[in-house]
């Protein structure tokens, strides 16, 4: 029979399959393999959108989260530009005093304008806010104080500048008290940092969720496919060859929970656009919320693909060496 | 090509499946291997399939000492031990051509190749036609060439198979050994477990006969299958 003749032939062209075949083979089988993992997934829609929403959502809340304290965060930073030092100076300074005061305290490098407010001014301004006009012309004389409003240099509006600039400025003889507006920024972005912090830990325990999720999904489907990888190393199959499905499997879990999470923060921010807008404009403000941007997008994509793949991983580890051929 | 010495095989249950079994297949030999159900023929096979390893005793195969086959090693080695199953243990989710292809896939053959040798190995066993069918459409018979068909598709050296006709009438089963036969003039070294006695004296290869673990003698082979019928 032709098979005979063949044989010997077939076998040595067998050994000879050069290095580069093989690794064409080897570069196909990874290939179809990742092709195969997308099959999957659309062999089950159903279960697979669900399981690839409950990633998404995992993955979205940190995602979204993130994006709001940085936007917060780039708010309170403009917010700096506008940081004013209040200087509340002496009673009983005369307006010459005050004068003087004033362009000596301009010739600092860190302060790029003064604004006089003397004590009358700073009455009448107070007569006209409170309503409390009547009842503070009773006093008699003025209990108010003159005011330097300073708008620090650009270089010192960072709250650690401002606060040295503050102190100096305070230390002063004509000055009574120094107020910082810039105070609050500086908790404002305390808080911030805690809660990027926070956000951050929440990230961690859900990124372990999703590499969860994905190896308890990918261990039902090694059971689903017991005889196909009892079979396959029954025929010589290596584990990294049985192995390989699996990990493109997971693969595209976490990119399409990936997808879905980008997707449910663009409709989130869209969602709060409106709202932030309005609430800008109440400040005379232009800002706007801004999303992921690029840079952000790829990290979570490449970081769902790798979590994804990381999930399959560790339940193959623990599952794929248990099922031997019997 | 095949060489047993004084090998044990006791399950975890306590079992003695195999008890001081040693016998040598020569090169290019077609034997059978008898003996009633539970002799330990599936055992002496799964041993040879590296599926289990022995309590003790040596094996020997093309002159690869088992025993030294590391875990890393079995896939490799497996390729060059074609194997066949009564329930065929075929994928049935894939036509019978991935079937068979799936042996050259997993040893990483060229994908130009695989199509040609998979109508070679399917024309060999008479099933070219059915290339595109999923193995549930098939009879039996014909799952069983398939399975013969993925088994020898890459050219091992040494051929086993278990009870592979346990499932068939007598005419299909003597196709099948038949088919066993022509593998074997072709050089590949076959060991077939069977107890279907009418065939195995119809195909006149030699015996190996097991009974409660152990080899018997042809003759008292002989007489244990008059006692029983
Ligand atoms: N996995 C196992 N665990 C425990 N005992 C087993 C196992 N497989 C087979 N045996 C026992 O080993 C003996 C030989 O079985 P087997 O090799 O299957 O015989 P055969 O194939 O000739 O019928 C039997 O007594 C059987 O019960
Ligand atoms: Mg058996």
Redesign the interface.
């Known amino acids: 029979?032709p098979?005979?003749r063949?044989?010997g032939a077939?076998?040595a062209r067998?050994s000879r399959?050069t290095l580069r075949?093989?690794f064409?083979?080897?570069l196909?089988?990874h290939r179809q393999m990742l092709a195969a993992g997308f099959g999957r997934l659309r062999r089950h829609p159903l279960a697979t959108l669900m399981t690839v929403m409950v990633i998404g959502i995992a993955l979205a809340l940190p995602a979204g989260t993130l994006v709001l304290v940085s936007n917060a965060k780039s708010v309170s930073g403009t917010w700096q530009g506008a940081a004013r030092i209040s200087l509340f100076l002496k009673q009983n300074l005369s307006d010459s005093a005050l004068q003087q005061l004033a362009d000596r305290v301009r010739t600092y490098a860190g302060v790029a304008s003064v604004k006089v407010i003397t004590a009358s001014q700073s009455l009448a301004e107070f007569q006209q806010h409170s309503g409390f006009g009547d009842t503070l012309s009773l006093l008699g004389n003025n209990p108010l104080p003159a005011v330097l409003v300073i708008r620090p240099a650009n270089a010192y509006t960072t709250p650690l500048a401002a606060q040295q600039l503050g102190q100096e400025l305070g230390a002063l003889p004509q000055v009574a008290e120094v107020r910082m507006d810039i105070q609050w920024l500086r908790r404002l972005q305390a808080m911030l940092d805690i809660l990027h912090r926070a956000v951050l830990i929440i990230a961690l325990l859900l990124a372990l969720a999703v590499v969860l999720i994905v190896g308890n999904t990918i261990r039902l489907e090694i059971e689903n496919r017991r005889?196909?990888i009892?079979?396959?190393?029954?025929?010589?199959?290596?584990?990294a060859?049985i192995r390989r499905p699996f990990l493109y499997h997971g693969a595209w879990y976490g990119l399409a929970g990936g997808v879905m999470a980008w997707m449910l923060v663009l409709f989130a921010l869209l969602l709060m656009a409106g709202p932030v807008a309005h609430l800008a404009s109440l400040y005379g403000s232009q800002f706007h919320l801004s999303g992921l941007g690029l840079k952000g997008s790829l990290t979570l994509l490449v970081s769902s693909i790798a979590l994804g793949w990381l999930g399959s991983w560790v339940a193959v580890a623990r599952h794929l060496r248990a099922i031997?051929?019997? | 090509m095949i060489q047993f010495s004084e090998v044990n095989k006791r399950y975890a249950g306590g079992n003695e499946a195999l008890a001081g079994v040693s016998f040598n297949i020569e090169h290019g030999e077609m034997v059978f291997l008898t003996g009633p159900s539970g002799a330990g023929k599936s055992t002496l096979l799964k041993l040879l399939a590296l599926i289990e390893r022995p309590s003790r005793g040596q094996i020997v195969v093309n002159g690869q000492n088992l025993g030294g086959i590391r875990r890393g090693q079995i896939p490799h080695y497996r390729r060059k031990v074609g194997v066949i199953f009564q329930d065929h243990k075929l994928l049935h989710d894939r036509s019978v051509f991935d079937n068979v292809a799936l042996p050259l896939i997993i040893a990483g053959v060229a994908h130009q190749d695989i199509p040609k040798r998979v109508s070679a190995a399917l024309e060999l066993v008479g099933l070219a036609h059915k290339e595109r069918a999923l193995p549930v459409m098939l009879s039996t018979g014909e799952q069983q060439r398939v399975g013969i068909a993925r088994a020898v598709i890459s050219r091992p050296p040494i051929l086993i198979a278990d009870e592979p006709t346990g499932n068939l009438d007598p005419d299909l089963s003597f196709e099948v050994m038949q088919l066993f036969r022509r593998l074997n003039q072709v050089g590949i070294t076959v060991l077939v477990a069977s107890h279907d006695h009418t065939l195995i004296r119809r195909l006149g290869q030699r015996v190996l006969s097991l009974r409660a673990g152990r080899v018997v003698a042809p003759e008292l082979q002989g007489d244990a299958h008059a006692g029983r019928a």
């Open positions: 029979m098979a005979a063949d044989d077939r076998g067998l399959q075949q093989r064409a083979a080897y196909l089988h005889t196909e009892e079979v396959s190393k029954l025929l010589g199959a290596t584990d060859f031997e051929p019997t």
